[in-house]
């Protein structure tokens, strides 16, 4: 399973990044609007800024929606570098825009899929990457990470290609279920990539080695 962090956070990306285990990185308007970013120039900076950290797959999200508007901002997008992923909502429209960038050889991530029904329509179009949202779903009293399990049973039946980019992770433990499910990637907070490494027994032995260590100096 790869490893995306979600977010637009520079610091975070290369903090990341420096682990060595970071194959790309997802991106929303929200996200975006947290690091203050304002204006068309900067937007793009900044997901040029990311790219040139990560050299690997990045999710840039359209705010058209329709199907003309999706392509014509996803074409900006796609021209400023060749690993952005054009990111679009799972909506008539963008279903059509997702359609027309495979056809014309641009990635894509569908977004704000939340059920299985959604997956396979992206999955139709040609999409790169669908992005059913865990949390969200855990959030709603459902179980996002059975809804993962359908999506990969889906399409491993079918053959689909579209990767299942397991999305709205909020804990280690998300990121762990995907991974027994069949999630081809995971976009995590950098909290929860941190996360995976907790095991108290790990302090605890830790701290005995080298307390043991310090007794043979
Ligand atoms: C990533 O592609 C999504 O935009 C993101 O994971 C949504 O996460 P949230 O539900 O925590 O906002």
């Not at 979600?6 to 929303?28: F, H, P, S």
């Not at 999409?127 to 990470?145: C, K, L, N």
Request: proline share 3%; net charge negative; glycine share 8%.
């Amino acid at each position: 399973m790869k490893f995306f962090i979600d977010t637009a956070n520079l610091d975070q990306i290369r903090e990341a990044n420096d682990l060595g285990i970071l194959d790309g990185v997802t991106t929303n308007p929200s996200l975006m609007a947290k690091e203050g970013i304002k204006g068309t120039e900067a937007i793009l900076k900044h997901y040029k800024d990311i790219c040139d950290i990560v050299h690997a797959p990045v999710s840039a999200e359209v705010i058209s929606t329709d199907f003309a508007g999706i392509v014509e901002e996803g074409k900006k997008l796609a021209a400023i570098d060749p690993n952005i992923v054009v990111k679009v909502p799972m909506i008539k429209e963008g279903i059509k825009a997702i359609k027309w960038f495979t056809d014309n050889g641009i990635k894509t991530n569908c977004t704000l899929v939340f059920s299985a029904g959604q997956a396979i329509l992206a999955a139709k179009a040609g999409a790169t990457y669908v992005s059913p949202f865990i949390g969200r779903i855990d959030d709603s009293s459902w179980d996002g990470v059975e809804l993962i399990a359908q999506i990969s049973h889906i399409y491993r039946a079918q053959g689909f290609e579209t990767q299942i980019l397991a999305a709205s992770i909020r804990n280690a433990l998300h990121i762990v279920r995907c991974a027994e499910v069949g999630a081809d990637v995971c976009t995590c907070p950098l909290s929860s990539i941190l996360g995976l490494l907790k095991h108290p027994l790990t302090d605890l032995g830790l701290a005995q080695f080298l307390a043991d260590a310090k007794g043979m100096a």
